[in-house]
T-cell receptor
């Protein structure tokens, strides 16, 4: 069975600062993919970043980057230069054809 | 470009009534299709996914069912709704195969009274 754990129900960050959201997972698969999705108040799910497990290089997308530690089964998201528009629920997800989501972390950005 | 539609946007139904939520995708062929439920303030629970017409994988045994009568149409149904079926239902699609980004619809908020 695949599981995803997000141990931080809520996080807050000052505008322009950096914040890291944690995610750990468990899977018996050797080939899998990891994702971070953002869900703003509109509830529209938006992909933030994607990581292929066979790639050792950490994925980056502009201000968003991940720290992928395959042996530790850890996949954290770092948001640099936080902006007010980054305020949302963030979900870590693991999968291939199917997908498992964590419970989410609510990020608040303080002006 | 690809788009995904869900309807209705909101629905209030009495306990014991039937349910039919529809999801359609445009601009792609042979997509993987997914139904998720999100309880208030919680993560997404995968209910069903489909890799082709008539092929449905069920993740959670319950009183819900799914069907895929056409390549780009995915329907979530129930014969008799329970109070616990209330939630936010999201449909998503991805390219056929594993590991691709899932694109989500706008969702349906279902309240069972």
């Amino acid at each position: 069975a695949q599981t995803v754990t997000q141990s931080q129900p809520e996080m807050s960050v000052q505008e322009a600062e950096t914040v890291t959201l944690s995610c750990t997972y468990d899977t018996s698969e050797s080939d899998y993919y990891l994702f971070w999705y953002k869900q703003p108040p509109s509830r529209q799910m938006i992909l933030v970043i994607r990581q292929e497990a066979y790639k050792q290089q950490n994925a980056t997308e502009n201000r968003f980057s991940v720290n992928f530690q395959k042996a530790a089964k850890s996949f954290s998201l770092k948001i640099s230069d936080s902006q007010l528009g980054d305020a949302a629920m963030y979900f870590c997800a693991l999968g291939n054809n199917d997908m498992r989501f964590g419970a989410g972390t609510r990020l608040t950005v303080k002006p | 470009s690809q788009t995904i539609h869900q309807w209705p946007a909101t629905l209030v139904q009495p306990v014991g009534s039937p349910l039919s939520l529809e999801c359609t995708v445009e601009g792609t062929s042979n997509p993987n299709l997914y139904w998720y439920r999100q309880a208030a303030g919680r993560g997404l629970q995968l209910l069903f996914y489909s890799v082709g017409i008539g092929q449905i994988s069920s993740e959670v045994p319950q009183n819900l069912s799914a069907s895929r009568p056409q390549d780009r149409q995915f329907i979530l149904s129930s014969k008799k709704l329970l109070l616990s079926d209330s939630g936010f239902y999201l449909c998503a699609w991805s390219e056929l195969g594993g590991g691709y980004e899932q694109f989500f619809g706008p969702g349906t908020r279902l309240t069972v009274l």
